[in-house]
């Protein structure tokens, strides 16, 4: 148990202040690819019953025209926040025709690069951009991983907690400098521990063969399940391992989590620092854009990492530049897979768990990382995402080895009277519940989504593609089945109206050429 923790908690209950530690605003972030009813990704063009894609605040599409990304506002109430990403659901699914959402984070229905459409933003300037960035994606990375999906969590501490958390560490700096060295120890403890993310709730222990398909030397690294299915075993993310998320063409990024101006600095080394083998693939080959730029990263948001230091973007404004101007907003965790169980992806408990966990990095000590630390909790992550639930297995910490259920109960210990604390007022001690379900999962892996979902195969004797989409039909015919209130229908729709006006109001002011249009949003400083 985290003494320092203990000894906060303390201080910020005698000050009367502890109730600011539920007031931290919770938004999500999740993705779905649109299945077709031949079982396939759908190659329709994004519905126009859902608004535009490029301008909708809260349903638009990720890196494929097929790959909807839903985005709820922020809420205090890891309810409301549920609520909302529910509701969004509802509407979509009565806008989509016969079509569902694949409820796994590992595509099913693709068979190699072409058949993934990218996806579509319209004439403007912006839409170009948009779209001539994904398709550098597609020359760099490949069309397939760009078609994983999953859900991004995000956390912003309450503002009325950051002035009592700096008045209890004694802290005279100006206070957006307490806050920016604040999150930065947050997310440098997410990047120690957030290995325990993929533990608990990892699910894409097993991929569609299909995944492969181009690249079939990939899929010698992994045991056969069926004749259409490729797994891990003791797998929690492959979405999370090499062959997915966390890409090795980035390996040789050096991005400082230790500091705003040393993430800015080397975030913006990265954006501006040619590459040899993106140089060979062209910018503007034969008049025809195939990427941005042929640097390390053509914009900040190509940099694949499982938190993110965020700030709201103003149109047309850089994020590094947003990050420098006004600070950090909230931080995104990225490392959660969809689980198929779950009609949204992920459920109360696990929101309410995952809030405590923000807490706690946030709270535990976080000195600044060095390279070999930096490292070393690179590769805990892929352990967890390749061999999580092998029993036995031990990650590196301080320079020694550990169990990871040693560790992993070290951490629930430490988050316990944090989620007492975040339980005051409230009826059933939700956090202190979600924490026992949690903990359970550590003591038997069994209990894992990863653990389950390769469990219901074997039983069924279903490959995962056939396993995905039967509960992604179930999902569908559950919301299906539900009329959605009146008065909602109307806000979405109106939302979705305004969207599409939106959309033409900027194809229609879109006097600027396009090359001038990239070479202004590049030098911005």
């Not at 020359?139 to 002035?163: C, E, K």
């Amino acid at each position: 148990m985290s003494k320092a923790i203990d000894n906060l908690l303390s201080r910020l209950a005698d000050s009367g202040q502890a109730f600011l530690l539920n007031t931290g605003l919770k938004g999500l972030e999740k993705e779905s690819l649109r299945i077709g009813t031949d079982g396939l990704i759908a190659h329709t063009p994004h519905p126009a019953a859902l608004g535009s894609a490029l301008t909708h605040p809260q349903i638009t599409t990720d890196y494929s025209e097929a790959l909807l990304e839903l985005i709820t506002p922020p809420y205090s109430d890891p309810a409301a926040t549920l609520d909302y990403l529910d509701d969004i659901h509802h509407f979509v699914y009565a806008n989509i025709g016969d079509e569902c959402l694949l409820g796994s984070s590992m595509p099913c229905g693709i068979d190699g690069d072409e058949s993934i459409p990218i996806a579509r933003y319209g004439s403007s300037n912006i839409g170009r951009m948009k779209y001539i960035y994904r398709l550098g994606l597609a020359y760099r990375y490949g069309r397939t991983m760009q078609a994983i999906a999953g859900i991004h969590f995000n956390y912003s501490v309450a503002d009325g907690l950051w002035p009592v958390l700096q008045d209890l560490a004694g802290d005279r700096r100006p206070l957006p400098e307490f806050i920016a060295d604040a999150y930065f120890g947050m997310i440098r403890n997410i990047l120690r521990h957030g290995w325990l993310v993929l533990y608990l709730f990892g699910a894409s222990p097993a991929i569609c063969r299909a995944f492969f398909t181009g690249r079939e030397g990939l899929a010698k690294q992994f045991d056969r399940f069926d004749g259409d299915t490729l797994y891990k075993p003791y797998a929690t993310s492959l979405r999370m391992s090499d062959i997915g998320y966390k890409n090795n063409n980035q390996a040789g990024l050096r991005i400082s989590f230790n500091h705003l101006d040393e993430y800015l600095a080397s975030l913006g080394h990265a954006i501006a620092t040619p590459n040899p083998d993106y140089l060979r693939i062209g910018v503007k080959v034969d008049g025809a854009y195939r990427q941005l730029n042929a640097n390390l990263l053509q914009i900040e948001n190509e940099y694949y990492n499982s938190v993110r230091p965020k700030q709201i973007v103003q149109s047309g404004e850089k994020p590094t530049l947003a990050l420098k101007r006004r600070g950090i907003r909230y931080v995104e965790l990225r490392s959660l897979d969809l689980d198929p169980f779950q009609p949204c992806g992920l459920g109360l408990a696990e929101l309410r768990f995952l809030e405590a966990f923000m807490l706690y990095c946030l709270f535990e000590a976080s000195v600044p990382f060095d390279e070999t630390e930096r490292c070393a909790a690179n590769a805990n992550l892929q352990a967890v995402a390749v061999e999580g639930r092998r029993p036995g297995l031990t990650l590196q910490r301080d320079g020694t080895g550990v169990a990871l259920k040693q560790w992993a109960e070290e951490i629930s210990a430490s988050m316990a009277p944090l989620c007492a604390m975040l339980d005051h007022g409230l009826s059933d001690a939700p956090y202190s519940a979600s924490l026992a379900q949690q903990c359970a999962k550590i003591r038997d892996p069994a209990a894992t989504p990863s653990a389950r979902i390769l469990a219901q195969m074997q039983e069924s004797g279903e490959c995962f593609g056939a396993f995905a989409q039967r509960l992604s039909h179930q999902h569908a015919r559950q919301y299906r089945s539900r009329p959605m209130d009146a008065q909602k229908i109307a806000v979405f729709r109106a939302m979705a109206e305004k969207s599409l006006a939106e959309q033409q109001h900027m194809e229609a002011d879109n006097a600027l050429p396009f090359d001038d249009f990239l070479q202004r949003y590049f030098a911005q400083h």
